[in-house]
């Protein structure tokens, strides 16, 4: 951590805002201007970085059951403007938001927690892997955004979480690029190089902004594709 402090120049808050826009841009190009490749490039950015800072989220929280009810109410209402985003229905059960990917993780989390309990050896750490395994192929069957990837990244910044930064970080790296290495989303590597400039230190916070800005970023660009159609 003191390392992360001498070099780091981004708190968690600037992170996500980081993540925020990366992934505006992403559902922008999708949405209105789908030959920009560069948006949908750029929109890579944000699964790295969110998987990071949900890890670091669920590993300084003071009550995990409540952070992911948090989650899971915030999963909840945006699946709707999700699904008319993705599909133009109001309910579609194929593909699920990423916030509720986020609450799967850490269930997964809560689990390999448990099994890290019994000490550190390799039957323990064979356990955490085959949970998080379940649990990967389990997010492919739901259908949950970003599924197996998703899981995979948190996963591994937890169990390295008393690792040197750039320690969790490559190896998290180099786990997107064994998964998700086709097309655009090879560029997903874009999104661990502000990772590696985090200075450990939380930012201002403003939880509630980046919950409702998720839902409401969707419905509005559900409404202005309604207007210009």
Not at 188 to 210: D, H, S, T
């Amino acid at each position: 951590m003191d390392t992360e402090k001498k070099t780091g120049i981004l708190d968690g808050t600037t992170l996500k805002f980081i993540a925020m826009i990366s992934m505006v841009l992403d559902h922008i190009g999708d949405n209105f201007f789908p030959a920009q490749t560069w948006m949908r490039i750029a929109g890579r950015i944000a699964m790295p970085v969110f998987a990071f800072c949900l890890c670091e989220g669920f590993c300084h929280t003071h009550d995990r059951i409540r952070y992911l009810k948090r989650m899971l109410l915030f999963g909840l209402i945006s699946e709707v403007p999700f699904d008319l985003v993705t599909s133009g229905k109001i309910l579609e059960f194929s593909h699920q938001n990423i916030m509720l990917t986020f609450c799967w993780a850490m269930i997964c989390l809560m689990c390999a927690e448990k099994i890290l309990e019994k000490g550190r050896n390799f039957r323990v750490y064979l356990g955490v892997f085959l949970t998080a395994a379940c649990f990967m192929a389990s997010a492919i069957l739901l259908g949950l955004d970003y599924s197996m990837v998703a899981v995979a990244l948190i996963c591994v910044y937890y169990v390295l979480r008393e690792r040197a930064l750039w320690i969790r970080n490559t190896a998290a790296l180099a786990v997107h690029v064994m998964l998700r290495n086709v097309g655009i989303y090879f560029w997903g590597i874009l999104g661990f190089v502000p990772v590696y400039l985090y200075n450990g230190q939380k930012g201002r916070g403003l939880k509630w902004l980046f919950y409702t800005f998720y839902p409401g970023h969707l419905l509005l660009i559900y409404f202005v594709r309604c207007f210009l159609c």
